[in-house]
């Protein structure tokens, strides 16, 4: 009996699931976030040409539906397992992520009170941030989870 208890102390609980490998990892982000590619590049695309014809306050609309959907696949992403050895980079990572959505989200709000000076500044900083971003996660060989600059 008392053989038996040990061993169920050493076997782990059937809801804790082992950290997964960096291919396991990367696997389960790119199908995330294939799915929200997808998607946004055409709120996108349509948000470029609405502000090229000066058509702020929709272009605004559509870049806040674009910062909503970033933040839901931000969230499907920190709910993931990490691998122990990447952990703090991955970490690291899905706060970049965040700040995208709240540069987007910022640049949204600009573009909806007319402000096209300051939408386009940040414009610049969330760029930046997105190098930073890709950068953090090179090693991955991440596809659809690299942000578009």
């Known amino acids: ?38 998607a946004n590049q055409r709120q996108l695309s349509a948000a470029r040409r609405l502000i090229r014809k000066n058509r702020l306050k929709p272009a605004g609309r559509r870049l806040n539906r674009v910062a909503r959907a970033l933040m839901v696949t931000v969230r499907q992403l920190a709910r993931r397992p990490r691998p122990t050895e990447d952990a703090a980079t991955l970490g690291r990572w899905i706060k970049q992520l965040k700040q995208q959505a709240n540069y987007t989200r910022a640049i949204s709000k600009a573009l909806l009170g007319g402000n096209r000076f300051r939408a386009s500044r940040l414009e610049v900083q969330r760029s930046r941030n997105a190098g930073q971003a890709n950068r953090t996660v090179l090693v991955f060989g991440f596809r659809a989870c690299r942000v578009r600059q």
Request: charged letters at 15%.
């Open 1 to 38: 009996m008392a053989a038996l208890a040990a061993t169920a102390l050493l076997v782990a609980p059937a809801g804790a699931a082992e950290a997964p490998t960096r291919a396991q990892y990367v696997s389960v982000a790119e199908s995330i976030c294939k799915r929200n590619t997808a």
